[in-house]
């Protein structure tokens, strides 16, 4: 997964999430792992990455159920700039440790490249249903986290014979994630649920017809 693959294509320097980026990149560098599970010593974290998902390309051609799941919030740019900066690079910290502590051993999270709303979860001996129940843990967790975080969007896909390469199969993954937060941005937004009238209380009507 090279800086020019097709996984970050499109992803240029001119997008706005890419100039709140770097605006958090000191933030984040000690702030979030880059990478949601134990690696040797001497790895870096993008090495592991490339070598778990090569090592699970592999297998799923062998017949082994793998699914990636891409994690990713839905408006960012618009959450750094409402709240700012420490509290957008808050928001990554406290999601990266959420996913690292819902990540399994034999699974990997890391944070997709450079993006500083993106992760990628490689989830091996697992199907699409598998991943929804993950993604679903992952939600119930956002909601229950200590700090304010962006709506969180994620993408699906498992591996498909026609997928030739582990860019191809990461590539899918990240168009899954466009189309989902595509979605969020024309969901009608959810209104709260009336409150249920008091005991005793009068409607509307019954006052009309009682004055």
Known sequence: MSSGSPTTQGWGRGSGVTSVWYRLRALLATATPAVMSSRGPGT?????????LAREFEAARRGRAVTLVMFGFSDFETFAEREGDAAAAGAVHEFGQLLQRLTRRMNLTARYRWRADTFLSVLS????AAAQGFVHNVRKAAAAAGVRLPAVEAGIVAFHPDMDS???FVERARQALEAARTAARHRPPVRPAPRPARAGAMRPQERLIAS
């Open 44 to 52: 870096q974290p993008t090495d592991l990455v490339e070598q778990f």
């Open 125 to 128: 001996d697992a199907d699409a």
């Open 166 to 168: 582990p860019e191809a």
